[in-house]
């Protein structure tokens, strides 16, 4: 019988098997799991500190020691991965970016502090210069031009500092061309052959990041905006070039930045290099759901586990995501 032919009602009758939770669960194409969950965290400085991001209700910046709590909080939820991101000290920011490589940074100091208390979970960072830039950019700027080879020179520092302080995953966000390159080689000539790269291989110039660079104190700083360098909106085709390029060049697992917005991008990644692909459901993605969710306009956790659905049935094999703790509570819990 033709898959696209099924028999004639009354047959053929789908509602059977939407009938009870059991038989729906047996005829469910695909799973959400909190393996498929990636823990984004901000880390700022101080000791038992913690700060509100108010553009993120329910999310807050942590200092380190109470970021390895929060990374065996997400351990043990079975979540596998977390994702930090620093909330630096403006006075740390330069136009050159020194900070970024800065072996005691924020983020390496926390990448060792959770690799020593919670050794089994892996730990991802955020490869890109606009943390630590005065002017809030991914990449150096030069007479009001992002530069692409100065940056990577100084992301390539940046990678080999996360890397020798324990970091499982380099997440390159910066969109600088040739930089996956630059990295792997950098990491194979160090003997790091073991330190993966997911690359934000197709990441937009998009209006959904706002909540985010509130978060790390880099949206006050940004002068202009960053369409050089990240992806037109518009553009499909690009994005796969942009994908195999950096699968070409070294990348283990990539990613589709934003999440929802392009998950037609998420598709066509998946079915054209069948490698690990990720998306971000980024800080305003986030953001709308639980502000409609705050009016009572929405179900916000209905909202927020469909939402992840959505990433694992166009493809993806995982999701960053700031929801990670309460979903992984409601998929231990059996969410139907």
Known sequence: MSKSH???????????????PALRALSREDRLSTDDLIWPVFVCDGCATTQEVPSMPGVIRRSVDLTVE???????????AICLFPYTDPA???????EAWNPENLSNRAIRAIKAAVPDI???????????????????????????????????KMALAQAEAGADILGPSDMMDG????????LEEAGLIHTTIMSYAAKYASAFYGPFRDAVGASGALKGDKKTYQLDPLN??????????????GADMVMVKPGMPYL????????????PTYAYQVSGEYAMIRAAAGNGWIDGEKAMMESLMAFR????????????????????????
């Not at 991914?138 to 031009?145: A, F, L």
Request: aromatic content about 4%; some cysteine.
């Open 179 to 186: 930089r996956i390159g630059a990295m792997r080689a950098a």
């Open 70 to 80: 929060a990374a065996a909080e997400a351990h043990a939820l079975g979540i596998r």
């Open 236 to 249: 499909a085709d690009e994005a796969l070039r942009a994908v195999g390029r950096d699968i070409a060049e």
């Open 264 to 275: 037609d991008i998420c598709r066509r990644v998946k079915d054209a290099f069948a490698v």
């Open 122 to 156: 892996a730990i991802m960072t955020d490869v890109a210069l606009d943390p630590y830039n005065a002017q809030g950019h991914d990449g150096i700027v030069r007479g009001g031009e992002i530069v692409n080879d100065e940056s990577v020179a100084a992301l390539v």
């Open 6 to 20: 099924p028999p004639a009602f009354p047959l053929s009758r789908p509602r059977r098997m939407r009938r009870t």
């Open 313 to 336: 049935r166009a493809g993806c094999d995982g999701v960053l995501t700031y929801f990670a703790p309460e979903a992984a509570t409601l998929i231990r819990a059996g969410w139907d």
């Open 92 to 98: 740390l920011k330069t136009d050159l970016c020194e």
